[in-house]
């Protein structure tokens, strides 16, 4: 079946822009998770969401990052006000349940000039 | 949060040959392990993964070896190929409230020469 999907792809950006990366989960997948990979680095968790509520947002490095699930599918992350310390891949991640195996995108690729 | 490490940055192996991937782990207490793997432009891809109460879990091609003892996980990878070229990640579960957070290090990158 088709796996997590997101989009955009790659996305530029000039500091101080806001950006909303896109996540379409696996169908029937409860759990959605956003992580943050920096070149050469490993993951670093962000926010997870069970269904349209996110228990956990430990892992959001500053007010200016914000997620939000809708109908228990589709979810997007926005960062306002980029920073150049915010480029990165954001990969989300989804799974039948919390703590089940998770399933990657291919992630969003962000530069921000 | 715990650290989950990998013995060796970089491997390169001969197309045909076995590979092995070492990680080391600190959570004396995780239960749970899984191997990722990641290659160039895309998101880590699930391989394998072992409870705590396994010492081996064979896959196809891949098998997985856990030292409680040591603290310590390897990927074995049987007869090499070129699709096998990625970074490797182990993560590491620990048991309690988060561990849903997967933690990866900076992974082992796979190299694998023709």
């Known amino acids: 079946g088709a796996g997590v999907s997101q989009s955009p792809s790659n996305k530029v950006t000039e500091k101080g822009k806001d950006v909303e990366l896109r996540c379409d989960p696996i169908?029937?997948?409860?759990?959605l998770y956003w992580y943050r990979q920096s070149l050469g680095q490993g993951l670093e968790f962000l926010i997870y969401?069970?269904?349209?509520?996110?228990?956990?947002k430990s892992g959001l490095p500053s007010d200016r990052f914000s997620a939000e699930r809708t109908g228990g599918s589709v979810s997007t992350l926005t960062i306002q006000r980029t920073q150049q310390e915010d480029s990165a891949v954001y990969l989300c991640?989804?799974?039948?349940?919390?703590?089940?195996?998770?399933?990657f995108g291919p992630g969003t690729r962000l530069l921000v000039l | 949060g715990e650290s989950v490490g990998l013995h060796l940055p970089t491997l390169s192996v001969q197309e045909g040959d076995n590979s092995i991937i070492n990680c080391a782990y600190s959570?004396?207490?995780?239960?749970?392990f899984i191997w990722y793997k990641q290659e160039s432009g895309k998101g880590p891809q699930f391989i394998i993964d072992?409870?705590?109460?396994?010492d081996k879990r064979q896959g196809q091609r891949v098998t997985v070896l856990l030292n409680k003892t040591v603290k310590h996980l390897s990927l074995q990878i049987a007869a090499t190929q070129p699709g096998d070229s990625a970074v490797y990640f182990c993560?590491?579960?620990?048991?309690?409230?988060?561990?849903?957070?997967?933690?990866f290090g900076a992974g082992t990158t796979v190299t694998v020469r023709a």
């Open positions: 959570n004396s207490a995780s239960d749970y």
């Open positions: 169908s029937g997948h409860t759990a």
């Open positions: 991640a989804s799974s039948r349940a919390i703590s089940e195996t998770q399933y």
């Open positions: 072992i409870r705590s109460n396994m």
């Open positions: 969401f069970q269904g349209n509520s996110a228990p956990d």
């Open positions: 993560a590491e579960i620990p048991p309690g409230h988060n561990d849903y957070k997967l933690s």
